[in-house]
């Protein structure tokens, strides 16, 4: 099913949005009264046995009043009430046509409402030129919200609209080693985890998962910590792990390598459903800090579950036998 909905071209606000204006203070009285900037002169009075100083200070206010957003004066709010609360795919085309942006979500009403509310300051640049320029809004409803990001994936390797930046090239597959340090002759550690990211498939790697994975990985390792570490305080997390990119090689200390190693296995061929549950499960850390990290990592956590089945098609190319299950709580890392 697919639905389009015209709206004017309106160059006018893009002009009055994108304008640029710089006012020499020099001429401030004079451009004030021309573009509707207020100058206001503030005085105070200091210092002690009747003596006083005046200083004048100009105050540039806004050169526009707050302005509706463009989306819903072209639009209207009707339009975005009627759109249907199902999974799909959305696209913005500009005055001539083109194809500006693909997103998806599980509820189009809700995302496509939330450009509404689009506003300088609070959104990146590039989110304020892409309202701007919308002038038809077209949407294809998905029967679940996993094929919505598969067809989102698709069509975006496909069109490769301006506004996006993720997805719109495939990189190169990911595969991920998983070895006991103890399997290393030269350092053997039993209580330590390997893990390397390889580009060519080995014996025992899991694979190929996503051009994105090396960004994904911190996540599902981070949280895999926190429940088999529930004491753990940041700093405790190994170097490199607390990283936006994970390194090409970690070790990590654990309480039981084979149960850590057997819940990523999962994790990455899966999807991190069952760990999102176990994070989210845990009491909240003491600090304030500690509680807004994980909160944002728990969401993290969902997200990536969410979409994980119409994101990754991972397939094990082949795994090492796994402990049959996790160790004794009381061994500690």
Known sequence: MSATVPAPADTALESVLGARLEIDLDIQTEAATE???????????????????????????????PLENPLTQRFGNAFFRALPRLPGVYFFHDSQDRL????QSCDLRARLGSYRHVTEGRHARRTLRL???????????????????????????????PFNRAGVWKGEPWWLLLLHEEEKAEAPHADRLLLRLLREPVAGSLGPLPAGFRRTLPVFLRGLLRVEHPEWRLADFPCG??????????????????????ELSHACT??????????????PPASAAEQELWQEETERLETLAARWPGVTGVSVQKCDALAAGPCSPDVTG
């Not at 899966?270 to 009491?283: E, F, I, K, S, V």
């Open 35 to 65: 573009a509707g900037v207020k100058t206001t002169a503030e005085t105070t009075a200091a210092g002690s046995g009747g003596s006083s100083s005046r200083g004048l200070r100009l105050r540039q206010m806004r050169l526009f009043p």
């Open 100 to 103: 500006l942006y693909i997103g």
């Open 131 to 161: 309202v701007v320029r919308v002038a038809r809004i077209e949407w294809r409803v998905c029967p679940t919200a996993a094929e919505a990001v598969a067809e989102e994936g698709r069509l975006l390797l496909e069109h490769r609209p």
């Open 241 to 262: 792990l607390m990283h936006a990119m994970l390194p090409l090689e970690l070790c990590v200390r654990s309480a039981c390598v084979a149960h850590l190693r057997q």
């Open 270 to 283: 899966q999807g991190p459903a069952r760990l999102h549950a176990a994070l989210a499960a845990l009491p």
